[in-house]
């Protein structure tokens, strides 16, 4: 059997790189990519020492571990001891990841005579036999890592986003509604007038509360007409409550919302609660949250006492 050592060295220097990058890039590092190609070369270098028989003593545990603390330390540098530790812990994950995709891709793709022809039966137990190519183990790497990744980025959006999740109370006379709502702190909407803050909630929350033509005409964007052609035949509790706030969309036009005024909101988070009467909530015809998380957007200056607090 011919074992071409340059394409052995090339895929291990390829696999490690890939696996220093990614570990880079769940521990936030800024890679350098000489330093990335100088512990990835060691990495492939180790692995050349197979071919020398009477170096068979390097390969345990004990030297494949110290040898990966070497290739961490080359590419990322020792900032300190816990920081090493994660990006130990980091490491090892990414590792983990790659051999299972590796060999849940082979089992997968294998039929049933295939996987009985790699298995042998040795004394005291099973040798399982796994013969692939070059390209099927990087593509096995590339595709397990590509998915390992966009895990880990799905979970560090999931909790940025919790983060800046309260529950919001809106009272409007013996009327209450809950949601969930995002603390955005982009959102610098007032009302031109009397500079009130104003906080963005789904129509459909007060689904019940408005006449059944007003949900078409928010979702239109048909506001200012709205309000404008209100007539005694459809006539609204809260008419008195009534503002149109004006806001710049995406493409800088001016475009108006449809607010009501509040008698106050509360938020809660953490057991602490807030309560503010110098409010508006603006209607969105849309759905704010593609997965529902939330149905309303904060006003930043609605949580100050709670950002305080905390």
């Known amino acids: 059997m011919a074992v071409y050592v340059d394409v052995v060295f090339a895929m291990n220097l390829m696999i490690d790189g890939s696996l220093l990058l990614m570990t880079a890039w769940i521990r936030d590092i ?15 270098s180790y692995v050349m020492l197979m071919f020398v028989p ?15 603390l070497l290739m961490l330390w080359t590419a990322f540098g020792f900032a300190s001891l816990q920081s090493f530790i994660r990006n130990v812990a980091a490491f090892y994950a990414v590792n983990f990841v790659a051999a299972g995709a590796v060999l849940g891709a082979h089992y997968m793709l294998q039929g049933r005579s295939e996987i009985w022809q790699g298995l042998a039966f040795i ?20 595709i397990g890592l590509y998915i390992y990744r966009s895990v880990v980025r ?26 969930i709502g995002l603390i955005d702190t982009g959102n610098q909407l007032y009302d031109p007038l009397t500079r009130t803050p104003v906080m963005v909630m789904e129509a459909s929350v007060w689904e019940d509360e408005l006449p059944a033509s007003w949900l078409g005409h928010i979702r239109q964007s048909q506001v200012d007409r709205l309000v404008a052609g209100i007539s005694d035949e459809e006539p609204f509790k809260w008419q008195d409550r009534l503002r149109l706030v004006p806001y710049r969309g995406v493409n800088r036009g001016t475009r108006f919302m449809l607010a009501l005024k509040p008698d106050a909101v509360c938020i809660e988070r953490d057991g602490r609660r807030e309560e503010s009467r110098k409010v508006l909530v603006a209607l969105d015809g849309g759905t704010l949250s593609a997965d529902g ?17 905390n």
Do not use: M, N
Request: glycine share 6%; hydrophobic share 50%; aromatic share 10%.
């Open 30 to 44: 800024r890679a350098v990519w000489w330093k990335v190609l100088a512990a990835a070369a060691i990495g492939a």
């Open 54 to 68: 009477t170096l068979s003593f390097l390969f345990t545990f004990a030297i494949k571990f110290v040898l990966s």
């Open 123 to 142: 004394e005291g137990g099973v040798r399982a036999e796994l013969k692939t190519g070059i390209v099927f183990v990087l593509s096995a790497v590339c």
């Open 154 to 179: 799905g979970r560090r959006e999931r909790e940025l986003l919790t983060d800046h999740l309260v529950e919001v109370s809106v009272f409007i006379g013996e009327c209450e509604r809950r949601c």
């Open 293 to 309: 998380a939330y149905r309303a957007i904060i006003h930043p200056s609605l949580v100050q006492q709670l950002h305080k607090a």
